[in-house]
């Protein structure tokens, strides 16, 4: 018994342990201090959803060697690109043909491909040629592109009217998807609440859907050479696998789950966040899976759902509760997301060890 | 024993985990003698010079059994510090060299020489001045009795080879107390001229009075500039005596010892056969095993057996075989060329390959046996797979019975297919590489190592095994191995490989002393 | 081969075309922005003046913290981005300074006197962290920041004047938890380094017009030239070096003599000669450092960690040690940089202290495995010349000063991300050619 607690403690590790057992007490928390409990299920559920395809977003990448994607926000860009293109298709075409929003989100989708693939693939390559350092490099990567999409967007011509400013230059920072109906789509989609919480069935099922795809993916050939590639080079290219081509294809894979993953997370917020939005964005999701008990060399999609429902789920909470405490505490949320966010990602660097 | 020497082992022995490899050696060595120590791999001489270094190694596995002198008092060395305040110094194989250093920088590496500062004077020894113009002089008297005229302040990186060989030693020469010397294999990276240019320097080290301990295959050289040659064999002391009284031949069979095993086995002319490979300049680029033009012949349904020493290239061969090296030359199978650097080729020719380093390129170590055996089938050869177009899946019914099979058929002991392979033990984990070469129904089966590292019950085993596909499918089989013995009791022939050559091929019942010579860089005798 | 001469060791002669691609390849990255700089300077339309001020004012108070930067990579750990945590140690003297009320010159002092140990402490942590992650010291060091700013929060935005009990109605928020957004260093600590005289209400003190203070060094330099080679090394001064003196001399009097005479705007411009001194001594410090027995363990360790440890040098401490010494560095170079600024956000100012520092250190043409003194002050410069003059260039060419302003943070970034991008595969191709031997 008290082996098997040791191992138990032992594969947890510390620091998720520490991190489920603050979730256990806020949720023990929440019920002592009488909070709205259907209310916080229901934005747990909601935030979930909304975020859980971009933490699958880490598990390719993961598993193909080059670590947690810090440089997801390549992908992300790649989505806002799709949704914007699609919005702007939507309005150039307005007077001819009436775009319904499970089109335009589909569309939008079908746009951010070929951008994910390609840019997947440079990142790939890149990341081919930094072994060793794939995550100082990725991590840079996207906060150069995030910046020089900052630029981009001053210029790109969108010019439909939630887009664009009416005067000036440039596309708006937030744009609502509201005036085309696309605003909570999977959301709502078979919604139906029990009691009074209410359960983002569409959403869930989308994410649900993307893991099996996942999981069907790592069962197949394909699927197994990537995992090889990961987790044993040297095997891999004897057993002849290309293990840069493996590489490239878990990157592009990663950089196109973030591109579907940020048009998830947009129709439940109803906007699209441009400029500074996709900055920090990876390091939520990076944090989001190594909770879930990844390592920066493995991953499986339990971490992922596991990971998504820990840490988001403590985010959700622990608001309410701090304030509840004392309204002195406004800012607790934000301050303990920052700190487990960053402390599981310092935990786990120092669990993969110097080389 | 004498009482003048300078360094004396008595009654060492070594043990890891229970396993003695190392067992009453006896060494003694006086001021401004050399003294030359050779021995297969595996023989005990690293192990004895990492006692005499107190590397940690020793001392975290349970220390060492016997006693050291150091000028007949009785040493205690828990840490290369010790050695080193003791006047034991060691010119290492690998460089331990500072390329953006001078060279002066590199021989006073941690032993600077210091001045005091005002700043120093207030915040310590660590913060004193380097005093450049006294260690410029150190170094250049140092490399002076190298005669070494290089520059003492020209960075060492772009230096050629020789003159890092001569600024370790010239770094050793520059501590003061200096008294014992040991030089592990420092002629190998050197060429012809820069050896000879060592073994004088050598000479001259030790005619100024410093005990040398001279550490090589090369058996040439050994009987060139030693006093004394003590040859160790599995862990124990053969033997030491005076160069006069002992000759190339007979050190190459004291070496190599009557390792006999298997008499069973009557080895087959085979030469009568077809070719199936012929191998012509092969050269492979792979670190610290480099192939530099090998020219060699298999025939259809022998087991030909790749001997020869650590670091000599034997092991370069199949991984060249096998693309996971840069490779150039020729390979034709059956007459027609493979195509080299590609091991996806390779394989589709019909080879597969157990490899030298089990944990490292051999296995999955953390997924199930099941995935380990079909992984090369699934990627190669489209088995265990269901196709729907571009879409597939493992078909994991199929994969699970065959991995059923094959636990029966080499008998791996484990808990079932799904298994880690992580959790089995060594002999266990090289029966599911077997497994994994022979789902690919290869025609040559290339086996490096098979039994490194695996008990005694299960070496047996894997050889009886490797036999059986032989005879019974008529397998071509081409084994590496750094035993002499285990290669003697199955093979039909015997390369060995010497400086990425291939040195000479013997029949498995030659006699010891060609095998030695062979391994040692020298031409065989007459056939014994 | 000890008969012979060793032809191998002399430089091979190259002619001048190769020379000088060699030359431009290797300062690339210097030359680019040298180019980008001149452009965006002439686009912006700025005038001299204005310019000159600007950047004054900016390489005074920046220099200092780039400068932290160079013993870590002298050690072998790469851009130190765990400054940031020096910079939050500065930030939390200053606050409490400030609300003790020590003012000017004094205060600064007590800032740093304070801030030392607090920053070795967070040096000494840092340390251990990354011998924890080797070759991960960057990025660890990067989320290291992320991680101090959640802790750095709770202490200032919730904890004070809660758990630590600070009563003073202008830090604190009107709550009477936590340190209001900005801090204001008006009459208290601001220009205490830069301009001490204002305590004493002497304008000049300490605080030269520009064309003076050029004057003034440059006599300093040749005299102390001419001093130490007659002085201390007893040569006397040959024709060429009286020669050469006095014509740097001459330049210098000749330009500041004219802006004098003329009262040009320049004269406008006041140089903080106190914090000129203060860089100029951590310059000769780190020169003197980097010669002793500690500074060579340094240069050892950071060329290969392995042999250095068989050579007896204790690396992880000596590893510690650089990166204390890089905290402490970065702690005062903060509190030089805001008490120029003179005001401070609390929760913002030393986020983006990582980033600017490592960026500037990178464009004067340091590496991950090399940086000196000049490049730090040459890429301040250079990085604060784009930076005065992108938002103007912007706005000329543009008709929109944010184009500038966002092409400054992307080159910020982006020479981070490509410089470390050259340096792994640099880094690549050497460990393949090192087992190729």
Redesign the interface.
């Known amino acids: 018994m008290n082996s098997t607690l040791k191992d138990f403690i032992g594969s947890m590790g510390i620091a998720r342990l520490i991190i489920f057992a603050f979730f256990v007490f806020l949720c023990a928390a929440a019920v002592f201090l009488r909070l709205d409990l259907a209310e916080l299920l229901t934005s747990s559920l909601a935030r979930i959803g909304m975020w859980g395809v971009l933490v699958l977003a880490m598990l390719p990448a993961i598993v193909s060697g080059t670590g947690p994607n ?1 440089g997801v926000s390549l992908g992300i860009l790649c989505g806002l690109v799709g949704g914007l293109t699609s919005l702007e298709i939507a309005y150039r075409l307005q007077e001819s043909v009436v775009m319904g929003p499970g089109f335009l989100f589909s569309l939008a989708i079908l746009i951010a491909l070929p951008f994910a693939v390609l840019a997947g693939f440079g990142y790939g390559w ?1 990341l081919n ?5 794939e ?3 990725a ?3 996207g ?2 592109v995030v ?2 999409m ?2 981009a967007w ?1 210029f790109l011509p969108y010019s439909s009217p939630e887009m664009a400013w009416p005067i ?2 440039g596309v708006r920072v937030q744009i609502s998807l509201a005036n085309r109906g696309i605003t909570r789509i999977l959301n709502d989609f078979l919604s139906f609440r029990i009691g009074d919480v209410i359960v983002p069935t569409g959403l869930l099922l989308f994410f649900a859907l993307c893991c099996f795809l996942m999981y069907l993916f790592l069962r197949s050939k394909s699927g197994a050479a990537m995992y090889a590639a990961g987790d044993n080079p040297r095997f891999a290219e004897a057993a002849g696998v290309n293990v840069n081509a493996q590489r490239i294809f878990g990157t592009i894979l990663s950089t196109f789950l973030g591109a579907v993953g940020i048009l998830v997370y947009a129709q439940s917020y109803g906007f699209m966040q441009l400029y500074e939005g996709p900055m920090f964005m990876p ?1 939520v999701a990076v944090a989001a899976v190594l909770i879930g008990g990844a390592s920066v060399k493995k991953a499986t999609i339990t971490h992922v759902v596991i990971g998504t429902a820990l840490f988001l789920g403590i985010q959700v909470i622990a608001v309410p509760v701090a304030n509840a405490f004392t309204a ?2 406004s ?2 949320g ?6 487990i ?3 599981v ?2 935990y786990a ?2 669990q ?4 | 024993m004498a009482p003048n020497t300078v360094l004396r082992m008595e009654h060492i022995g070594k043990s890891y985990y229970g396993t003695q490899v190392l067992k009453d050696i006896n060494i003694a060595v006086k001021p401004g003698e050399i003294h030359g120590i050779v021995g297969e791999n595996g023989a005990g001489k690293s192990t004895l010079m990492n006692i005499l270094f107190g590397m940690s190694v020793i001392h975290s596995t349970g220390g060492y059994e016997g006693s050291l002198y150091i000028d007949g008092t009785s040493a205690s060395i828990t840490s ?2 010790d050695a ?1 305040a003791l006047g034991i110094g060691m010119v ?1 194989q690998e460089f ?6 001078t060279l002066t ?1 590199n021989i006073k ?2 032993r ?1 020489v ?1 001045k005091p ?1 005002p ?2 004077r207030v915040f310590g ?6 005093d450049f113009a006294t260690m410029n002089r150190d170094a250049r008297s140092a490399l002076d009795r ?6 003492e302040y ?1 960075q060492v990186a ?3 080879v ?1 003159y890092m060989q001569f600024t370790e030693i010239a770094r050793e020469l520059d501590k003061k107390n200096l008294k014992v010397l040991v030089f592990d294999e420092p002629t190998a990276v050197l060429a012809e ?2 050896a000879d ?1 060592l073994l004088n320097a050598m000479k001259e080290i030790a005619a100024s009075g410093i005990a040398i301990l001279f550490i090589t295959h090369r058996l040439g050289e050994i009987v060139e500039i030693c006093d004394h040659i003590t040859v160790l064999r599995d862990g124990t002391h053969v033997v030491t005596k005076p160069k006069t009284e002992t000759d190339v031949f007979e050190l190459a069979e004291l070496m190599v010892g009557s390792q006999m095993e298997a008499a069973d086995q009557s080895s087959r002319d085979t030469s009568q056969r077809a070719k199936l490979l012929e191998m012509r300049n092969l050269v492979v ?1 792979m ?1 610290g095993e480099r192939v530099r033009g090998v020219d060699l012949d298999v025939y259809d349904g022998e087991i030909l057996g790749l001997g020869g020493l650590a670091g000599q290239g034997k092991i370069g061969i199949a991984n060249g075989l096998m693309g996971l090296f840069p490779t150039t030359g020729d390979a034709l199978f059956n007459g027609t060329p493979i195509a080299l650097n590609n091991p996806k080729a390779s394989m589709a020719q019909g080879f597969a390959y157990v490899s030298e380093d089990r944990r490292g390129v051999g296995l999955l170590l953390d997924s199930s046996i099941e995935l380990n055996i079909a992984f090369s089938a699934v990627q190669n050869q489209e088995q265990f797979i269901r196709r729907w177009g571009p879409f597939t899946q493992l078909d994991s019914g199929s994969i699970r019975n065959h991995a059923l099979q094959y636990i029966k058929d080499l008998d791996i002991r484990c808990t079932g297919p799904t298994q880690l392979v992580r959790r089995l033990s060594g002999g266990n984990q090289q029966k599911v590489c077997i497994a994994r070469a022979l789902t690919m129904n290869p025609k040559v089966l290339l086996v490096s190592e098979p039994t490194r590292g695996i008990d005694v019950g299960a070496k047996r085993i894997v050889l009886d095994a490797l036999r059986r596909l032989n005879q019974e499918l008529g397998m071509t089989i081409i084994m590496t191995s750094s035993e002499l013995g285990e290669l003697r009791s199955i093979c039909d022939r015997i390369a060995i490989v010497t400086d990425g050559r291939i040195a000479g091929i013997l029949k498995p019942n030659d006699s010891d002393v060609n095998f030695g010579l062979l391994m040692s860089g020298q031409q065989a005798s007459k056939g014994a | ?6 032809p ?2 002399a430089p091979v002669p190259r002619d001048f075309s190769a020379r000088s691609k060699e030359f431009f390849v290797k300062h690339m990255v210097t030359i680019m922005f040298l180019v980008l700089s001149v452009l965006g300077f002439i686009l912006s339309g700025m005038s001299p003046f204005l310019f000159l001020m600007d950047i004054v004012a900016r390489v005074s108070r920046n220099a200092f913290l780039v400068l932290s930067l160079v013993i870590p990579v002298m050690a072998g750990m790469g851009l130190n981005f765990s400054i940031v945590l020096g910079a939050m140690a500065g930030q939390a003297s200053l606050i409490f300074v400030t609300h003790w009320g020590v003012q000017g010159l004094p205060g600064i002092l007590l800032c740093m006197a304070l801030v030392t140990p607090l920053a070795m402490f967070l040096g000494f942590l840092t340390g251990n ?1 990354f ?6 010291e ?3 060091g ?3 920041g ?2 101090a ?3 750095y ?2 202490i200032f ?2 904890l004070v004047g ?1 758990l630590i009990p600070m009563a003073n109605t202008t830090l604190v928020m009107s ?4 340190i209001r957004t900005t801090v204001d260093l008006t009459n208290g600590l601001k220009y205490g380094l830069d301009w001490p005289g204002q305590f004493w209400g002497n304008d000049l003190l300490l605080r030269p017009t520009l064309p003076w203070t050029v004057l003034g060094i440059a006599a300093a330099v040749v005299v102390a030239f001419l001093l130490y080679r007659f002085v201390l090394k007893g040569k006397i001064p040959s024709i060429s070096h009286l020669v050469g003196g006095a014509a740097c001399l001459g330049i210098a009097s000749w330009w500041s003599i004219i802006q004098i005479q003329t009262s040009s705007q320049i004269n406008w411009i006041r140089v903080p000669l106190l914090t000129w001194f203060v860089i100029a001594a951590l310059c000769g410090f780190i020169l ?2 980097s ?4 500074g ?2 340094m ?2 360790v950071g ?2 960690r392995h ?2 440890a ?4 204790q690396v992880n401490r000596v590893r510690i040690i650089a990166i204390m010494m890089s905290m402490v560095m970065a702690a005062w170079g903060h509190i030089i940089f805001l008490q120029n600024m003179g005001a401070f956000s609390t929760y913002g100012s030393h986020e983006q202290i990582g980033l600017y520092s490592v960026a500037a250190l990178l464009i004067g043409g340091a590496t991950v495995a090399k940086a000196t003194i000049g490049q730090a002050l040459l890429g301040v410069f250079l990085f604060h010349t784009l930076f005065v003059v992108s938002p103007a260039a912007g706005r000329q060419v ?1 008709g ?1 000063a ?2 500038g302003e ?2 400054r ?2 080159v ?3 020479v ?2 490509v410089t ?2 050259m ?3 640099k ?2 191709i050497q460990n393949r050619a090192k ?3």
Request: aromatic content about 10%.
């Open positions: 810090f890149l040629r930094v072994k060793g350092s995550m100082m490099i991590t840079y990567v906060f150069s910046s020089i900052k630029l001053l000036g230059r390091f002195d505490w800012s607790m934000e301050i303990s997301r920052k700190i966010q960053n402390g990602i310092l660097l120092t993969a060890g110097g080389d | 290369p510090q080193m290492h331990m060299l500072l390329p953006n250093y920088e590496l941690n600077e210091l500062n700043i120093s020894d660590n913060l004193k001045s380097l190298l005669h070494i005229n290089i520059e020209a772009g230096l050629p020789g001229s820069e240019h680029h670190p | 081969m000890s008969t012979k001469p060793t191998s060791a962290l011998n924890k992650t080797k070759g991960q960057m990025i660890a990067l989320i290291l992320f991680f700013q959640g802790i929060e709770l935005l919730q809660g709550s009477g938890i936590g003197f450092f010669r002793t027995k500690l060579q363990d240069r050892s060329q290969d042999v250095a068989v050579a007896g040098i543009f929109d944010q184009i966002y092409f943070v992307f910020a970034y982006g981070i991300g470390l991008a340096h792994a595969w880094l690549l087992q190729q031997l």
